[in-house]
């Protein structure tokens, strides 16, 4: 094992160049073939013919090496660049896509949240009784109808709305259908 991070080290420290395969051989003895052998298998070394001689390189070096010397390589790698570049913007551009519709659903929410308080009042008010008080069921129809809201929808949005608002709406409790607080059934509202 010590032998063979010392034939890693020795080819690490040629640097681009590379060494020659012979020169290891001379330095090292008969086991370096093996261990070249299980180096190249597992990627962590390249050999390349050179001329007559073979030469052998680090992954990181033999990459320099083949950059500098092969001109389709650095036309190969300049194109990869490239494209990276180019898909680094399209997410760029895609995440600011995606906060904008984030924002303007947000928008187009608080929208419909003010636009369902506003139909909310209008229906509250008109069907107001002398004592003011309103059954749910009757606003609801007023609001799904204007709003074009779903049952559910329309009463998670009047429970948002009377919590928000405590100070604007009392409730009753009684009626067949209403906003569920505290365990009851409120089916009666009125402004305050």
Not at 8 to 28: A, M
Not at 29 to 49: D, Q, T
Request: glycine letters at 8%; charged letters at 30%; proline letters at 1%.
């Amino acid at each position: 094992m010590a032998v063979k991070g010392e034939i890693l080290e020795k080819i690490s420290s040629s640097g681009v160049g590379g060494i020659k395969k012979i020169d290891l051989k001379k330095t090292f003895g008969k086991e370096c073939e093996g261990v070249l052998e299980e180096l190249k298998a597992s990627e962590k070394i390249f050999i390349e013919k050179k001329g007559v001689a073979y030469f052998v390189w680090t992954k990181e070096n033999y990459v320099q090496h083949i950059t500098q010397n092969d001109p389709k390589f650095k036309l190969m790698l300049g194109m990869l660049s490239g494209v990276s570049q180019s898909l680094a913007k399209v997410q760029a551009h895609a995440d600011v896509l995606q906060e904008e519709l984030e924002r303007a659903s947000l928008k187009e929410s608080v929208s419909k949240n003010d636009d369902f308080e506003g139909v909310f009042n209008s229906s509250l008010n008109e069907s107001s009784t002398s004592i003011g008080w309103v059954p749910f069921d009757k606003i609801r129809e007023r609001v799904c109808e204007n709003q074009n809201l779903s049952k559910e929808k329309f009463y998670q949005m009047a429970t948002n709305l009377i919590e928000s608002h405590q100070d604007r709406y009392e409730i009753s409790s009684g009626g067949q259908e209403g906003i569920v607080m505290r365990g009851l059934v409120h089916g009666y509202v009125r402004n305050i």
